[in-house]
């Protein structure tokens, strides 16, 4: 059974980092394409973040926080390559929301910014910016 889990949630203010997590056990021999969406108090959905492909060779970001966020995975490292990170930089308190991990066994670049276009999804990290 695949498993998704995320990790580095927190509370900081605006202006911070944090670095957030997320790898995924359970089925060897398969590379994920990986996924960040967030869900933000109140709201009824999950808003896309960042998608990284399989390779690490292509990354795709939300406009609401390109140039602050950097998704990255280090597939130097065979028991790293389905680990992925979420560097967040300069937050602002409207990033405040549970963020959550995704992974695709496939994923064509028309699917990244979809939940459906994922597997497999872990529980979700809290990420709170205060003013």
């Known amino acids: 059974q695949v498993q998704v889990v995320e990790s580095g949630g927190g509370l900081v203010q605006a202006g911070d980092s944090l670095r957030l997590s997320c790898s995924v056990s359970?089925?060897?021999?398969?590379?994920?394409?990986m996924g960040w969406f967030r869900q933000a108090p109140g709201k009824a959905r999950r808003e896309f973040v960042a998608?990284?492909?399989?390779?690490?060779?292509?990354?795709?970001?939300?406009?609401s926080v390109k140039g602050r966020f950097t998704i990255s995975r280090d597939n130097a490292r065979d028991n790293a390559k389905n680990t992925v990170y979420l560097q967040m930089d300069s937050l602002k308190p409207e990033d405040t929301a549970v963020y959550y991990c995704?992974?695709?066994?496939?994923?064509?670049?028309?699917?990244?910014?979809?939940?459906?276009?994922?597997?497999?999804w872990g529980q979700g990290t809290q990420v709170t910016v205060s003013s």
């Open positions: 995704a992974a695709a066994a496939y994923s064509p670049p028309t699917s990244w910014g979809f939940e459906n276009g994922y597997d497999y």
């Open positions: 359970g089925r060897t021999g398969t590379t994920y394409a």
């Open positions: 998608h990284i492909t399989w390779s690490g060779d292509n990354t795709y970001y939300a406009d």
